[in-house]
């Protein structure tokens, strides 16, 4: 069964552009959320999607947007990019939603902004 | 707001030792902890622990939840130069999907 997946695995943007993550989940998973990973904040949720609504948001600007399709695929976007968006983006699913089960994570995209 | 705090950052160890990863939490509303283990990408799950699942165990790792005391522990024993990698501890709240996470334990083996 394959995993989570991510594309690009690798970007690279200057400040004030944009740019469209994208994630296809595990088979099945209906579930997909969002998390962006620094080293000074670690892993810090974005937002989570079920059914091609968006269920829950964390504390992020509203440059970073995101939406699910439905066949579970999901897109993540971000405007007016700022240096301080540089980060490794991942993207979870899981088969339902509220936690019952547990995420499984892709291997990301790593956006550096220049 | 959710919170989770981990302890050791990191752990030197040598090939063979017991290590055990400390996970300590504040939930408004507990629904369950996750352990992951993160190398260079992706961070895969390790176990997940409920009210109705406090104890889990996978070859050589272990894992206990506290939910009076408001902590977990990870157990890794014969540790090989494989385990090392940093371990996350997560929570999720009632009605949520939203992992909260620690900063982790980087973990190394040294042969």
């Known amino acids: 069964k394959a995993g989570v997946t991510q594309t690009p695995r690798y970007l690279i943007k200057t400040r004030g552009q944009q740019v469209t993550l994208s994630c296809s989940p595990i088979?099945?998973?209906?579930?997909v959320s969002w998390y962006q990973q620094t080293p000074g904040q670690g892993l810090q949720f974005l937002f989570e999607?079920?059914?091609?609504?968006?269920?829950n948001k964390g504390n992020f600007p509203g440059r970073f947007s995101g939406r699910q399709f439905s066949n579970s695929r999901s897109e993540m976007n971000v405007s007016t990019l700022e240096l301080g968006d540089s980060a490794l983006y991942l993207c979870?699913?899981?088969?339902?939603?509220?936690?019952?089960?547990?995420?499984?994570f892709g291997d990301g995209t790593r956006l550096s902004i220049l | 707001e959710d919170k989770v705090v981990q302890s050791p950052l990191s752990l030197v160890v040598h090939e063979g030792d017991t290590v055990t990863l400390n996970c300590s939490y504040e939930?408004?509303?507990?629904?369950?902890l996750l352990w992951y283990k993160q190398e260079k990408k992706a961070p895969t799950f390790l176990f997940m622990l409920?009210?109705?699942?406090i104890e889990k165990k996978s070859g050589r790792l272990s894992s206990i939840l506290d939910k009076k005391e408001l902590f977990s522990i990870l157990n890794i024993t014969a540790t090989q130069t494989g385990d090392s990698a940093i371990y996350l501890c997560?929570?999720?709240?009632?009605?949520?999907?939203?992992?909260?996470f620690g900063t982790g334990t980087r973990l190394t083996i040294i042969p």
């Open positions: 979870a699913s899981s088969l339902g939603t509220g936690g019952h089960q547990p995420q499984h």
């Open positions: 088979s099945g998973h209906r579930s």
């Open positions: 999607y079920f059914s091609e609504t968006q269920r």
């Open positions: 939930v408004t509303n507990f629904r369950s």
């Open positions: 409920t009210s109705s699942g």
């Open positions: 997560a929570v999720v709240s009632v009605g949520n999907e939203k992992l909260t």
